[in-house]
């Protein structure tokens, strides 16, 4: 593996942190407090082609190597986590999924418009009785001639609000199936939007399928596929959750050791004790360890390797690194870092989320304690 970047590289993680400095940084708190993502930012994302981020050229997608879409999401969440994990349920759960699974037709009438950010992608699996368990899910598909009938509740969809497709998993004839679902099909609904403990400029919603019904040819991927096609697409997003946790965790140290020395205690900045520097460089040291494991698992994939023990990997150790290190950088800034109108609390409420968006930490755990085992042929169940 070649540890430095690329000029390409270089220069797209130049322009990616000079976007998020310049166009989310400064609105971060008041979209957070807002609880919404203004269009106008959006539409910012799109002209920098954020939203065909890793989709090939022919859909008018930016073509991106995963090193370098990691580096997106890495540079959007040391801004804004509800930005980046915006693009990267648009990007990595909905468009890849297309752009892996989709028949020629799926792609030419979706992936375009995707890109163009024309159609926000939403990523449908969980229901109320099915979360970890994601094979548990109770959504009927049922076919009916060329046709067919979807009825169940999805949960915390995220990017309900906004999305204009969703990629929705249900239980069919010959096992889980996915279906592509424009939002204004009858039978579905997007209701009630959950408040939550961060992530608040990004939308989580339920989301009603009463007899929607959609034509075969809306199938992504074969008959009973649909769990490999949700597993693939965690997958990816297991690393872009990772990019986050790394993007957030480096932005608090910055944001604490810009505190830490203009913070004056005892007649010196506060940056001069011991115990602040301490927290500051272990901080450090968990950063830099996930930021080489982050990209290595994106370079794994962009060789097309297997990379989905790596992706579980560098998920639990993303979410931990970013919910420790914000967690200590609140103790850094002391009574300002719990303070709403200063970035910390915000960032600290956002990287909560990473060890439960995506699949929580304990059943990525699971699929690498599958692997070690399965290399001594034990089975492991969830
Ligand atoms: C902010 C947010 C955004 C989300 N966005 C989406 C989305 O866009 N689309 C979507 O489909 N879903 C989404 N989800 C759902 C998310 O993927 C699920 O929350 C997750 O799969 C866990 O389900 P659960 O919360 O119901 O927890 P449960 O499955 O009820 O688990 C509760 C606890 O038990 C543990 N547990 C469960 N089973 C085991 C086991 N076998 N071994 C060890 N521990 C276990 C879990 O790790 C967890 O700690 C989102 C969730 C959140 C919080």
Redesign the pocket.
């Known amino acids: 593996m070649e540890f430095a970047l690329s000029e390409d590289q270089r220069m797209f993680r130049n322009m990616f942190r000079d976007f998020a400095a310049k166009e989310i940084a400064p609105r971060a708190e008041e979209i957070d407090h807002e609880e919404t993502l203004p269009q106008d930012i959006l539409n910012k994302a799109v002209n920098q082609g954020f939203l065909g981020a890793t989709l090939p050229e022919k859909y008018f997608g930016a073509e991106l190597d995963g090193v370098s879409y990691a580096m997106l999401i890495e540079a959007l969440a040391g801004a804004c986590v509800s930005v980046a994990l915006t693009v990267a ?1 648009h990007v990595s759960l909905v468009a890849m999924s297309i752009l892996e699974h989709g028949t020629d037709a799926q792609k030419d009438e979706w992936l375009e418009s995707m890109a163009a950010g024309e159609v926000i992608g ?5 229901e109320p009785d099915a ?4 094979q548990a899910i109770a959504t009927r598909a049922m076919p009916e001639g060329e046709e067919v009938i979807l009825d169940g509740v ?1 949960v ?3 990017n309900g609000e906004i999305a204009g497709l969703f990629l929705v998993f249900a239980r069919g004839p010959e096992g889980i199936d996915a279906y592509l679902i424009p939002r204004d099909t009858p039978g579905l609904t997007v209701g009630y939007r959950e408040p ?1 403990l961060g ?1 608040r400029s990004m939308t ?1 919603n339920t989301v009603y399928l009463e007899g929607c019904r959609v034509p075969s040819a809306n199938r992504l991927g074969g008959a009973g596929e649909g769990w490999t096609v949700a597993q693939r697409a965690l997958d990816r997003f297991a690393v872009a959750v990772a990019a986050a946790g790394l993007g957030v965790a480096a932005d608090a140290i910055d944001v604490a050791a810009q505190f830490a020395t203009e913070r004056v205690q005892f007649g010196v900045p506060i940056a001069k004790k011991q115990a602040i520097q301490n927290y500051i460089a272990e901080a450090h040291v968990e950063v830099e360890a996930l930021r080489y494991l982050v990209y290595r698992t994106a370079w794994l994939a962009d060789q097309n390797r297997d990379f989905s023990t790596e992706a579980s990997v560098a998920k639990v150790f993303g979410a931990r690194v970013a919910r420790n290190v914000t967690n200590r950088m609140v103790q850094v800034m002391g009574g300002y870092g719990f303070m709403e109108d200063y970035p910390m609390a915000r960032k600290y409420r956002d990287a909560r ?1 990473l060890g ?8 990525h755990a ?1 699929r690498v304690a599958q692997h070690i085992f399965a290399q001594r042929d034990l089975e492991i169940a ?1």
Do not use: I, N, Q, R
């Not at 939403?122 to 969980?126: N, Q």
């Not at 979360?131 to 994601?134: E, F, P």
């Open positions: 349920t939403a990523f449908a699996l969980t979360g970890s368990d994601g999805k915390w969809v995220g939550t992530l989580f989320m439960l968006v995506g699949g929580p930490t304990e059943l699971v969830p």
